[in-house]
């Protein structure tokens, strides 16, 4: 069965470092997601991803946020400037549609902790 | 926004019982879709069950069961039967039907399964 894929599962890091989380979405897939969740609170929405745009994004979602497709694969997460903050799990998501019935399927994650 | 609620941090079930995990939601809008998505140890999270709000008949799958009360915004997992497998971390999640495509989820419920 198809899975979504991410790498790294634990990334260790020192505040102000940049990061790159990537994740390999199910392949039919069209809408790529980013959530994260701190320790102890709940997953929360970061961006949505669609023909290569942005179509959505939370308020978490500022500008040391960005996110790419580099290839036909690939999606990416990239933290410029890392905080004490940004320590959460991050969540990439995929789905064949945007509509609110298809389902999103998740990765394992990507525990990022910021020193 | 809506906001949705899990109150129940921890619960515990003995093999072969029934456990009803609660979750409420906050919401204006009349076209919705309630999830409920279970995370095993180490694992990603996977779909358990899905209620689309216009259906007035609650959704089952295999198992797994809700109690879907449009009114009271509630919208509780009934798992029968319970298997050590189903030791997991359960979130409730809410989606709009008009726009968007963040999931918003609760904090998440741990189920212990105990034989």
């Known amino acids: 069965e198809p899975e979504v ?12 470092q940049e990061v790159i989380l990537r994740c390999v979405p199910i392949s039919n897939h069209l809408y ?8 102890g609170q709940k997953v929360e929405f970061l961006v949505s991803f669609y023909n290569n745009e942005i179509s959505e994004k ?5 500008d040391q946020f960005s996110v790419e497709r580099p290839d036909g694969s690939n999606f990416t997460l990239k933290i410029r400037s890392t905080k004490l903050e940004d320590s959460a799990m991050y969540f990439c998501a995929s789905s064949e ?14 525990r990022l902790t910021v020193l | ?7 129940q941090p ?18 204006s809008e009349s076209d919705y879709y309630l999830f409920w998505y279970k995370q095993p140890p180490s694992r990603q999270m996977i779909l358990v069950i899905r209620q689309e709000a216009y259906k007035q008949q609650n959704a089952t799958e295999n198992r797994f069961s809700v109690n879907f009360q449009k009114a009271a915004k509630s919208f509780s997992l009934k798992i029968s039967d319970s298997q050590l497998g189903d030791a997991a971390m359960y979130f409730c999640a809410y ?8 999931l918003n989820f609760g904090k998440g419920t741990s189920l212990l399964v105990t034989p």
């Open chain 2, 95 to 102: 989606r709009s039907g008009y726009s968007g495509y963040a």
């Open chain 1, 32 to 39: 790529f997601y980013w959530y994260r969740q701190i320790l």
């Open chain 1, 58 to 62: 939370s308020e978490i979602f500022d």
């Open chain 1, 97 to 110: 549609g945007r509509l609110a019935d298809n389902e999103q399927f998740f990765g394992p994650g990507t």
């Open chain 2, 1 to 7: 926004a809506q906001t949705v609620t899990q109150s």
């Open chain 2, 10 to 27: 921890e619960m515990s079930v003995q093999e072969a019982e029934t456990v009803t995990l609660s979750c409420t939601y906050d919401t």
């Open chain 1, 5 to 16: 894929t991410q790498t790294p599962s634990h990334q260790v890091t020192q505040m102000g």
